[in-house]
């Protein structure tokens, strides 16, 4: 669990493209935050944004787990 709360942390700290070392270093995870709907690559509007963003689902993930508030 210890890595996937810093890959959230990572991602609320700072958006990086899809194409980061970042998350090709790290894609087994990113996909995993995926699925659970803690990150998004979806604007509010529907858009693709380019990046992974936390989600307020991944933000109370974080908060409950002992990451970052």
């Known amino acids: 669990m210890g890595e996937y709360i ?6 609320k ?3 990086r493209t899809f194409q980061s070392d970042f998350y090709r270093k790290n894609a087994h995870l990113v996909s995993e935050a995926a699925s ?3 990150i998004t690559c979806v604007s509010t509007d ?4 380019g ?3 936390l ?4 933000q109370l993930f974080l ?3 002992g990451g970052a508030a």
């Open 63 to 65: 908060h409950e787990h």
């Open 6 to 11: 810093k890959i959230l942390f990572g991602i």
């Open 13 to 15: 700290k700072e958006a």
């Open 55 to 58: 989600t307020t689902a991944g």
């Open 46 to 49: 529907g858009r693709n944004m």
């Open 51 to 53: 990046f992974w963003s």
């Open 36 to 38: 659970r709907g803690h």
